[in-house]
């Protein structure tokens, strides 16, 4: 108590500081204690300051851990009998990695991240050496990894975005196929699960991470994962950035490109499916497009008519 009560104090004044614990206290039956709901106010209203353990520090049992990471491997998800679901990954940094576990809604957000992204985790529990994210834990997503294309590889591991040009099939243990985009070529290499690329058709694009590059060659290893556009419009991620919005749609600006975004889409895109006919859609979309600004989507086009059109867009 002694240590979170003047931190309410001096921001709220203490008696609303108080007037605020009674408050918190009551509203978990009087099941906390003084000193735990000060303490949870405090960091409800970012009062108290994280401090950031390396993921070689942690130890079973250990409680409100804070750790930041890359994204190392990701698991499938799993399902259960009674309906839950889970799914996990590796969060690395410089001194070890950890198994991570989200379930249900939280487990659907694993979707939107990338191998070597960035993540920052707050409040997560240890429970068999594995780090979960009860319902005091945030993931928040810090950075993306860097996409390259073949024209500017370098040694490493990497993420690449790219078209295939040439398939040459299997080769023993191995899978090989050449990128593209547009000024030169990279061959690929799949070691680990080569049935991988047997689905794999030229003029598809592809999202490769965690390949291991010479720098001019990827190889995709254990640890690699391979997404697939099939051959049709393009893929473009970046961060939101300004936009216009009118009856006939909007302009969507996503990492510097300009995209041409239907009103049934951007109904979509802003989860507006419920709004009422009376409201103004224009309105209400440029409010949540300007709340959405510096988060990163991925845009899936067509450039058609000297634009680009959006065909999907979603936050990623």
Same mark, same amino acid.
């Given at each position: 108590?002694?240590?979170?009560?003047?931190? #309410?104090?001096?921001?709220?004044?203490?008696?609303?500081?108080?007037?605020?614990?009674?408050?918190?206290?009551?509203?978990?039956?009087?099941?906390? @204690? %003084?000193?735990?709901?000060?303490?949870? /106010?405090?960091?409800?209203?970012?009062?108290?300051?994280?401090?950031? #353990?390396?993921?070689?520090? +942690? @130890?079973?049992?250990?409680?409100?851990? *804070?750790?930041?990471?890359?994204?190392?491997?990701?698991?499938?998800?799993?399902?259960?009998?009674?309906?839950?679901?889970?799914?996990?990954?590796?969060?690395?940094?410089?001194?070890?990695?950890?198994?991570?576990?989200?379930?249900?809604?939280?487990?659907?957000?694993?979707?939107?991240?990338?191998?070597?992204?960035?993540?920052? /985790?707050?409040?997560?529990? /240890?429970? *068999?050496? =594995?780090? *979960? +994210?009860?319902?005091?834990?945030?993931?928040?997503?810090?950075?993306?990894?860097?996409?390259?294309?073949? &024209?500017?590889?370098?040694?490493?591991? =990497?993420?690449?975005?790219?078209?295939?040009?040439?398939?040459?099939?299997? *080769?023993?243990?191995?899978?090989?196929?050449? +990128?593209?985009?547009?000024?030169?070529?990279?061959?690929?290499?799949? @070691?680990?699960?080569?049935?991988?690329?047997?689905?794999?058709?030229?003029?598809?694009?592809?999202?490769?991470?965690?390949?291991?590059?010479?720098?001019?060659?990827?190889?995709?290893?254990?640890?690699?994962?391979?997404?697939?556009?099939?051959? &049709?419009?393009?893929?473009?991620?970046?961060?939101?950035?300004?936009?216009?919005?009118?009856?006939?749609?909007? %302009?969507?600006?996503?990492?510097?490109?300009?995209?041409?975004? &239907?009103?049934?889409?951007?109904?979509?895109?802003?989860?507006?499916?419920?709004?009422?006919?009376?409201?103004?859609?224009?309105?209400?979309?440029?409010?949540? #497009? @300007?709340?959405?600004?510096?988060?990163?989507?991925?845009?899936?086009?067509?450039?058609?008519?000297?634009?680009?059109?959006?065909?999907?867009?979603?936050?990623?």
């Amino acid at each position: 108590m002694e240590d979170h009560l003047p931190l #309410l104090s001096e921001k709220f004044g203490k008696e609303e500081a108080e007037r605020k614990i009674d408050a918190k206290i009551s509203s978990f039956s009087g099941l906390l @204690t %003084r000193e735990a709901a000060a303490k949870l /106010i405090a960091a409800e209203e970012g009062l108290l300051k994280e401090r950031m #353990l390396p993921i070689s520090g +942690i @130890t079973d049992g250990a409680r409100d851990v *804070n750790i930041r990471g890359k994204i190392k491997k990701i698991y499938p998800m799993q399902e259960y009998r009674t309906g839950k679901r889970s799914r996990s990954f590796i969060l690395k940094d410089e001194t070890g990695e950890v198994e991570v576990k989200l379930w249900n809604e939280e487990a659907d957000s694993i979707y939107h991240y990338h191998l070597g992204d960035t993540l920052k /985790i707050s409040n997560g529990y /240890i429970r *068999n050496k =594995i780090l *979960n +994210i009860g319902y005091r834990g945030k993931v928040e997503l810090e950075g993306r990894e860097a996409l390259l294309t073949p &024209s500017n590889l370098h040694e490493g591991i =990497i993420s690449s975005k790219a078209r295939v040009s040439s398939i040459g099939g299997r *080769n023993g243990d191995e899978f090989l196929f050449s +990128i593209s985009d547009g000024e030169k070529e990279a061959r690929v290499c799949i @070691t680990h699960i080569p049935e991988r690329g047997e689905r794999l058709a030229v003029g598809d694009v592809v999202l490769l991470e965690g390949a291991e590059c010479d720098g001019e060659r990827l190889f995709m290893g254990e640890h690699s994962r391979m997404l697939v556009k099939k051959n &049709s419009p393009d893929i473009f991620r970046g961060e939101l950035g300004d936009s216009e919005v009118g009856n006939e749609g909007a %302009r969507i600006r996503v990492g510097g490109e300009e995209f041409a975004v &239907s009103p049934e889409q951007l109904v979509r895109f802003l989860k507006l499916e419920g709004l009422k006919k009376d409201i103004d859609l224009p309105a209400v979309a440029r409010m949540k #497009l @300007t709340g959405l600004k510096g988060k990163w989507a991925t845009v899936l086009f067509e450039a058609r008519e000297g634009a680009k059109h959006a065909k999907d867009i979603s936050l990623r």
